[in-house]
Structures are given as C-alpha cells and as structure tokens.
C-alpha cells in the first residue's frame, strides 16, 4: 500500500492557522492595531465598512517595512520580534508569533502599503487568498497601512458564522475599548463607514476612561496601587452600586497587555464580596506591571491568557489593595446613596421634608440588602392603578381559574414577605409574588405592542442617561419596539439620551434603573434567537421592576397580584419560563393526614 501522510501545503495550513488567530473582524482589528503598536506608531486610525466584513483599514505613522519586509512579513511564522528560544522569556513587544499577517492574507483580500522614513518610495504589496498578485513601489507617507477586504470570502463556511453587523461591530468597540485603555499614550480613531466613533488623544488612564466611557463614570472610580518587589499595580475600580450585570467593564492588563485571567478575577469578586447587588460584577480597569520573565504569555495564540510564576501572591496583592480602597470609600457611601435615592422619590412626594442624610461606618454595610423592599413600597401606588385598570375583564375558562377569581375572597396573605396563599373550595394555592408580578409587567407591555398603542407618560422633568458608544448601537436596534411600547427617549448631541417618556406601567423613578438594565441585558451578547426584541424588552423591564421577594405587601397589593395574575394570558409560566404558583389538592392534604 501506498504512503498516505503528506504535508499540507502553506495556503491550506495558514488557512487552518487563521481559524484560531482571525475569529471575526475585530480579532484583526487587534492583530493590525498591535502590529502598529509594535511598530512604534502613535498615532493609529482604524476605518471600517460593515463592521470590517467588507473591508478594515488600519493606519499608522510606525516605522514601516523595507521591500524585502513587506514580501516576508505575509509568510507563515515570519516575525522580526523574537530570533532565538531565550527571547520568548522576555516579551516587551504585543506579537511575536509571526501568524497574524499569514493568517490574514489566507483568507482575505490583502492590501499593505509601508514606507520606511529612510526610503524615497514606499511599497504595496497585494495578495489574495494567499496568493501574491502584485507589488510595486508607490508614492506614500511614512508608516503603514494594511487594507483587508471581503473576509473569508474564499472561506464561507467562516463568513456565514459571522454574526449581524451591529453584534460584529460591538465586538470590535470592545476591542477598541481594550487596545486603547492599555496604550494611553496613543492617538487613536474608530470610524465607521463615514462616521467617527471615537477620536481618542494621547492621555492619562483617568482622562482615557472617561473618553471612552462618558463622564458619568468618573464619580464611580475609585483609584487603586501598590507596589512591591515583584508588582506594580495601579488603575480604578468601579463603586460597588456601579456595578453592571455583565463583565463589559472588567479589565485587567499586564505590562499593558488585556488579559482574562480567572483566578486574578476571583481575588477581585472576593474583594467585593458582600457589597455587590445579586448577579452583578464588578467592575475594575487594574493595570500590572511585572518583569516580562515571569510570565508565559504564549499560552493560546490570541495571547489572551496569560500564566503568572507567582499567581498565589498576585491573588493577595490584588485582593487587599482593592479591599483596602473601597475600605477607605466605605466611609461616605451613607451620604452618597442618600443623595442618589432622593432623586428616586416620586415627583408627588418632593415637598416632604427630606430626611437628614446618616452617616454610618459600618464594615458590613451592604447597599443593596434591603433597597429592593424600599424601593417598591415607593412604586407601589402607581402599580397599583394599573392593576385596577386591568381589571377583571379577559376572564379564563379553566375550572381553577374561575373558582380562585370567584372564590378567594379574603383569603389570602402574604407569607415569608414571599408568597401569597389562597385556596379555592378544593385546593390551596401559593403563588410567588415575584414571578407573578413579572408575569402581569411583561403581558402590560407585549399587549401595548399588539394593540399598536403607544400611549406614553411623560416625565415632568426628562432624565439624561449618558450612553457608550456599545449602548448608542443597541438603542438603535431597539429604537423602533421602545416607542411602540410607550418610550419616548431622543439622542441629543452624540452621546446623550434623553428619557422623556415611559410606559404607564413604569414608576417615573424607575426610568433611570429600566433603561440601565435593558443596556445591560442586551450587552450581554448571545441573545436568544427565538425571542423578538420586543419579548426581550418586556422581560428585561418585568425583572427590574417587578416586586421582589421579601417585600411586605398590604392586603390591597396581594389581592391585586392575585387578582391581575388570572387575568394573564398565561398564569402558570412567569416570562422567564418558571412556576408561578402551585397548588395543594385536597386529596394531596388528606394523603398527608392519613
Ligand atoms: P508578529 O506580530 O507576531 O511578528 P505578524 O504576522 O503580525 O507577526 O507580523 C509579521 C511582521 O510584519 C512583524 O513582525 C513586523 O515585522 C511586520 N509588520 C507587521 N505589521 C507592521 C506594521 N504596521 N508596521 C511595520 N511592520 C509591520
Ligand atoms: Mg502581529
């Protein structure tokens, strides 16, 4: 029989080296704006056309290539960063590899342009799928300039797994995000068909941050730093009441480079413990410097991982210079939680006297224990018509149904300020008030889309809600469906967005929190498929504003629970697909006495 192994050729094998180094645009985004990095450039623009499917330009001032260079630097493993083994110890430079380029060129259209400051000329060298198809000299400005067109073109089975424009596009802003907090010292442009998205100018970390991030999260930083024999740390974290439901603000460098690291992340959640709201992250821009020996940054080819020599006293260095800061905040969160919930206090309610701020040093204060308590008995009243407004029209035919409506009468309570109990001739039933009032927030509002009403309430004094750029794209995703459900929200400027109006279902208090939430929600990518926005909206809104578990509810609340529940389309599931309630047959009671 004949040999069967052989070695694949360089256009198949670059092409299996790019499934792991080029996943989607804005991994090239990172490999090219490296490269400039590495190239010693400050000031670098990246232009985009369909969030990069169709084509991505970086530019840059750097040092540029000689002719021999540029024919090089497309073949696999070429590199002018590292020459023997003892250099992979000491890696000061982003790249190293000598994939990106290679990997690139195999399965996109290639153009680089580069001109070294001691050549008349520059050069441009074009090569398609792998192949070269030209090269020659050209008129050009000092730098570089690599053009990619129509990835994957040759390689559909990865173009077709490239997800909608704008999920793409907030892939690369958060690669954007990443680079350029790690090199503050860059002049450095996002722009997007014709339009800048960013316009970032060499600056401090502190200034950076809130370039990128908007100027409302400067009053959440909280800065941190510690030096040692071994590490230097500085950088900020995010006040604990500011923290997201997604990790889109969590980053750690090492010797400016953006890495996960999962047991340097749990020194930090550890830090925090106790002091976030349920299900929230923290947040945190930490930046580590570390002699390059003593970490092992070639673990994936996306460098992203990184192996530390001394990872058990990172963790502790890490962890009490965080715990110590926000120790220090600890002493004034009374003062600034109460200024903020005072904003929280309906409109009506402006002239009572306002209660004196108390200031409290308590190590095991936790903001959020029992604000979800206060907080509702402060939206109750408005909930509380619209119950009433639902009415008891739209009645359900199910024997159990008719019998609850009919028969509960007054009887029902609340228990463990959870669950509401009630029971009908034959059985006894507990609802859990939560999943039950997520259930009649969520049918409100996808009625109010199906009935094409669009009847809003406006906010006697509009609310501003500073947008980032990743939210600015999701809100005109989601533009269209906000309105038919009862928003009235307008752009001012770039980044501004006003809330003029919401749904009648919502407490004007809780504009800010419903709209907050919502980015959230939706930056947290893989959405569902099967779920319209409209769905996804409705029960973003029903978890945020819903009554919690362990608020204590008045008699008229529970009843209008129960009595707005039955009246759901659909009673048993809450919108998160949960029991809402279950129920005790009396021949199930008998069974247990017998
Ligand atoms: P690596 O960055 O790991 O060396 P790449 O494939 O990304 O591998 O790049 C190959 C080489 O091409 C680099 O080592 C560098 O010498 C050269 N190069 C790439 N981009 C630029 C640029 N923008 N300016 C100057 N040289 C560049
Ligand atoms: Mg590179």
Redesign the pocket.
């Known amino acids: 029989m004949k040999d069967i192994i052989k070695i694949l050729p360089e256009n198949i094998s670059n092409q299996i080296a790019a499934g792991e180094v080029v996943q989607r645009p804005a991994s090239l985004i990172k490999?090219l704006v490296e490269?400039?990095i590495?190239?010693l450039s400050d000031r670098i623009q990246v232009f985009l056309n369909e969030s990069g499917k169709k084509t991505i330009k970086v530019v840059?001032n750097?040092?540029?290539?000689s002719q021999n260079?540029l024919m090089n630097?497309v073949l696999r493993h070429?590199?002018?960063?590292i020459t023997e083994t003892k250099d992979l110890m000491n890696i000061n430079s982003k790249?190293?590899?000598?994939?990106?380029?290679?990997s690139i060129a195999a399965v996109s259209q290639l153009e680089i342009v580069?001109r070294r400051k001691v050549d008349k000329f520059g050069y441009k060298l074009k090569i398609k799928g792998g192949k070269i198809q030209s090269n020659e000299k050209v008129v050009s400005r000092v730098g570089?300039y690599?053009l990619v067109k129509n990835l994957f073109f040759n390689v559909p089975a990865r173009r077709n797994f490239l997800k909608s424009d704008s999920v793409e596009l907030r892939h690369i802003i958060n690669e954007f995000h990443r680079i350029s907090i790690a090199h503050c010292d860059l002049n450095i442009s996002l722009n997007h068909k014709s339009s800048e998205i960013f316009n970032l100018h060499k600056s401090n970390i502190h200034v950076r941050i809130k370039n990128i991030f908007g100027k409302k999260i400067e009053e959440n930083l909280i800065p941190i730093r510690e030096k040692t024999s071994f590490v230097k740390l500085n950088g900020y974290i995010i006040k604990p009441e500011a923290s997201k439901k997604t990790r889109g603000m969590q980053f750690l460098f090492v010797n400016n480079r953006f890495i996960k690291n999962n047991f340097l992340f749990h020194a930090i959640n550890k830090a925090y413990e106790g002091l976030l709201p349920e299900k929230n992250y923290p947040g945190f821009f930490i930046f580590l410097r570390v002699d390059p020996a003593s970490i092992d940054i070639n673990v994936h080819p996306n460098k992203i991982e990184v192996k530390f020599e001394d990872e058990q006293s990172l963790y502790s260095i890490i962890n009490s210079t965080i715990k110590h800061s926000l120790g220090i905040f600890q002493v004034t969160p009374a003062i600034d939680f109460n200024t903020k919930s005072s904003f929280e206090i309906p409109y009506s309610k402006r002239s009572d006297q306002p209660i004196p701020p108390k200031i409290e040093i308590d190590k095991n204060f936790n903001p959020f224990k029992d604000q979800t308590s206060k907080y509702h008995s402060k939206i109750w009243n408005k909930s509380e018509i619209i119950y009433k407004e639902v009415g008891s029209s739209n009645l359900f035919n199910a024997d159990l149904i008719n019998e609850i409506i009919s028969d509960y009468g007054n009887k029902i309570f609340q228990i463990m300020n959870s669950y509401l109990v009630t029971s009908t001739r034959n059985s006894l039933i507990v609802i859990d008030q939560e999943r039950a009032h997520q259930r009649i927030i969520y049918e409100k509002l996808m009625k109010k889309i199906t009935n094409s009403d669009i009847s809003s309430q406006q906010l006697i004094f509009p609310l501003n809600f500073v947008l980032t750029e990743t939210q600015k794209l999701i809100y005109f995703e989601l533009k269209n469906t906000l309105t038919e459900m009862g928003f009235r929200l307008e752009i001012e400027g770039k980044l501004n967005l006003k809330i003029i109006g919401i749904p009648e279902i919502c407490s004007d208090n809780q504009a800010n929190k419903i709209i907050e939430d919502l980015f959230d929600e939706f930056e947290n990518d893989p959405k569902k498929k099967s779920f319209s926005n409209g769905d996804l909206i409705a029960m973003s809104i029903s978890k945020s504003t819903s009554i919690k578990k362990g608020s204590f509810l008045e008699k008229e609340e529970q009843k209008n629970i129960v009595n707005n529940l039955f009246n759901c389309k659909e009673h048993l599931l809450s919108p998160f697909q949960k029991k809402i309630f279950y129920t005790i047959t009396k021949p199930e009671l008998q069974n247990k006495f017998l």
Do not use: P, Q, Y
Not at 62 to 65: L, N, V, W
Not at 95 to 102: D, W
């Open positions: 490999e490269n400039s590495d190239a840059d750097g040092i540029g290539m260079d630097c070429a590199t002018s960063k790249g190293f590899r000598g994939e990106a380029l290679s580069t570089t690599v």
